[in-house]
């Protein structure tokens, strides 16, 4: 794998505050966060993937916010059916008999459904793709002409080197300097691997945090609030250099 599997990490973290300003919708029977752009064009829009807290999580609402704020459509769905992790979920919670029911064949169809939706009802003529965490590994697998057109992921969990090198659009990453899933030695192979394609990428890596940085940071400590707030600033000009028409 270019990032290993999720671990009790990627359920812990701090609360933000703040009021969502997004509503939520339902795509079919996908319940699914909302996000305008002042001016409420669709064209140049952002799926966003979420990590396993899911798409009712404050912290992710406000980072879909975000992205409105500068100019993008955003959609973000329930990758779950429902059956999210719950933030700080107690030392016995077993992430990995979780994630068996949250595997490709339960998650695609939601993404296919969601993707199809975007293109073809809500006018979405440009699509980029954020992954936190689990979502990370799902932008990989769309990254390709008529799904996902431009992709950013932060600290991405169970990327396989396939679905890397399968990418066939521009991919930027923001990584934690310590993060026992996306490992120094799996940053360097994704390295290796994105250098032999030919594809625009970036990758950024951030001192003083640790897996879940960019969603879930302690934002009263100065460092990793500034490696938050970098993350999202990569992600948004890497999306005006390359989504945006």
């Given at each position: 794998?270019?990032?290993?599997?999720?671990?009790?990490?990627?359920?812990t973290g701090s609360l933000h505050e703040g009021e969502a300003k997004?509503?939520?919708?339902?795509?079919?029977?996908?319940?699914?966060?909302?996000?305008?752009?002042?001016?409420?064009?669709?064209?140049?829009?952002?799926?966003?993937?979420?990590?396993?807290?899911?798409?009712?999580?404050?912290?992710?609402?406000?980072?879909?916010?975000?992205?409105?704020?500068?100019?993008?459509?955003?959609?973000?769905?329930?990758?779950?059916?429902?059956?999210?992790?719950?933030?700080?979920?107690?030392?016995?919670?077993?992430?990995?008999?979780?994630?068996?029911?949250?595997?490709?064949?339960?998650?695609?169809?939601?993404?296919?459904?969601?993707?199809?939706?975007?293109?073809?009802?809500?006018?979405?003529?440009?699509?980029?793709?954020?992954?936190?965490?689990?979502?990370?590994?799902?932008?990989?697998?769309?990254?390709?002409?008529?799904?996902?057109?431009?992709?950013?992921?932060?600290?991405?969990?169970?990327?396989?080197?396939?679905?890397?090198?399968?990418?066939?659009?521009?991919?930027?990453?923001?990584?934690?300097?310590?993060?026992?899933?996306?490992?120094?030695?799996?940053?360097?192979?994704?390295?290796?691997?994105?250098?032999?394609?030919?594809?625009?990428?970036?990758?950024?890596?951030?001192?003083d945090v640790e897996h879940g940085f960019s969603v879930r940071c302690?934002?009263?400590?100065?460092?990793?609030?500034?490696?938050?707030?970098?993350?999202?600033?990569?992600?948004?000009?890497?999306?005006?250099?390359?989504?945006?028409?």
């Amino acid at each position: 794998m270019t990032s290993n599997s999720l671990s009790h990490c990627c359920t812990t973290g701090s609360l933000h505050e703040g009021e969502a300003k997004g509503e939520i919708k339902n795509i079919g029977d996908i319940s699914t966060y909302f996000a305008y752009p002042p001016g409420k064009s669709t064209e140049n829009a952002i799926l966003i993937l979420t990590d396993v807290i899911g798409h009712k999580f404050i912290n992710a609402q406000l980072i879909a916010d975000q992205f409105a704020a500068k100019g993008y459509f955003v959609v973000m769905p329930d990758l779950f059916n429902g059956d999210s992790v719950p933030l700080n979920r107690p030392e016995g919670f077993n992430v990995m008999d979780w994630v068996q029911n949250h595997l490709p064949p339960q998650t695609d169809p939601i993404i296919d459904n969601v993707l199809k939706e975007m293109r073809e009802s809500l006018g979405c003529k440009r699509i980029g793709g954020v992954g936190y965490c689990f979502g990370g590994k799902y932008v990989c697998r769309y990254l390709k002409p008529g799904k996902l057109d431009v992709g950013f992921t932060a600290h991405p969990t169970m990327v396989e080197p396939d679905e890397l090198r399968g990418i066939e659009g521009p991919l930027s990453i923001a990584a934690a300097v310590r993060d026992i899933i996306f490992t120094t030695t799996k940053r360097h192979e994704s390295e290796e691997i994105l250098d032999s394609l030919d594809v625009a990428y970036q990758i950024n890596t951030f001192s003083d945090v640790e897996h879940g940085f960019s969603v879930r940071c302690d934002l009263s400590k100065p460092r990793q609030k500034f490696a938050k707030e970098q993350a999202f600033s990569q992600a948004v000009a890497w999306f005006d250099q390359y989504l945006k028409e």
